[in-house]
């Protein structure tokens, strides 16, 4: 089992900053990649940023204002989040993303809440 948890978020004006961080627990060995996704209520996720074994990526809607940073010696990753705007969606959720005989799962923390206030 691995367990996410993840910080509280905040209120924000539009334009500024804050970061959120992730620790994922437990079976850590069988961790394949470690994720941010965001929402607006009722819709669709959407990928921010992930960091699987190899490479960093962005979604286009942040990319420039969002950066992603891991910590190995604990399993902790953080997300940075500058120039926010109102538009932005405003639920975050971090998933580790596991493998366990060639089977992938997503194991997802509890959602966060960010509003950028304009």
């Known amino acids: 089992q691995v367990h996410v948890v993840v910080s509280v978020g905040g209120l924000v004006q539009a334009g500024g900053s804050l970061r959120l961080s992730c620790l994922a627990s437990g079976r850590t060995d069988i961790i394949n990649a470690l994720g941010w996704d965001h929402q607006v209520p009722g819709k669709v996720r959407e990928l921010v940023a992930a960091?699987?074994?190899?490479?960093?990526d962005y979604a286009d809607s942040v990319k420039g204002r969002f950066t992603m940073s891991k910590d190995n010696a604990d399993n902790t990753v953080y997300l940075q989040m500058n120039s926010l705007k109102p538009e932005d969606p405003t639920v975050y959720l971090c998933?580790?993303?596991?493998?366990?005989?060639?089977?992938?799962?997503?194991?997802w923390g509890q959602g966060t809440q960010v509003t950028v206030s304009s």
């Open positions: 998933k580790a993303g596991t493998v366990v005989a060639r089977l992938y799962e997503d194991c």
């Open positions: 960091i699987p074994r190899l490479g960093l």
